[in-house]
């Protein structure tokens, strides 16, 4: 239980950078892009691409948030319980959307990569599609030891 502690407060700490890096990044990049539009033009996207990729970025802080919480309630209520199973179903869910949102912006501002970029940008995204469907595996993983555990308790 101590590993999970610690990986718990490792989230808090990532998800409070990520917060601080949103914020910073909607402050310094997003706010100058829309008000400055005119110097933008070399975006697929124009002054809209910071705004892009810091939604992007809020909706991998989702997920995040998400794992946090499943976690929170494993230390809370044991590693078998209904809302950890809910939370980390929700968080893959949650990085599955990401990645394919993700693809389309790829696919958008493809002209703006170069061929490694590009090659780089899909992998990553189907990396996140793998951690995301992994979140969603352990959750039935969670649910189905919840009612073993459950059938084993009434057993006894």
């Known amino acids: 239980m101590k590993k999970v502690k610690l990986l718990y407060r490792l989230l808090i700490f990532i998800n409070l950078a990520t917060f601080v890096l949103i914020v910073t990044q909607i402050f310094g990049l997003v706010i100058p892009d829309i008000v400055n539009s005119s110097q933008t033009k070399n975006h697929a996207l124009g002054a809209f691409n910071?705004?892009?990729?810091?939604?992007?970025?809020?909706?991998?802080?989702?997920?995040?948030?998400?794992?946090?919480?499943?976690?929170?309630?494993?230390?809370?209520d044991g590693f078998?319980?209904?809302?950890?199973?809910l939370k980390f179903r929700k968080a893959g869910l949650i990085f599955v959307g990401f990645a394919l949102l993700r693809t389309a912006y790829i696919i958008l501002a493809r002209?703006?990569?170069?061929?490694?970029?590009?090659?780089?940008?899909?992998?990553?995204a189907f990396l996140v599609v793998l951690v995301g469907m992994g979140l969603l595996i352990f959750s039935d993983f969670i649910?189905?030891?919840g009612v073993i555990k459950e059938e084993n308790d009434l057993t006894i």
């Open 50 to 76: 910071n705004l892009i990729l810091t939604g992007l970025l809020s909706v991998i802080l989702m997920g995040s948030f998400k794992i946090q919480q499943g976690i929170k309630h494993i230390i809370k």
């Open 80 to 85: 078998f319980n209904r809302i950890s199973e």
């Open 111 to 124: 002209n703006e990569f170069k061929l490694n970029e590009l090659i780089n940008s899909f992998i990553m």
């Open 143 to 145: 649910k189905n030891g």
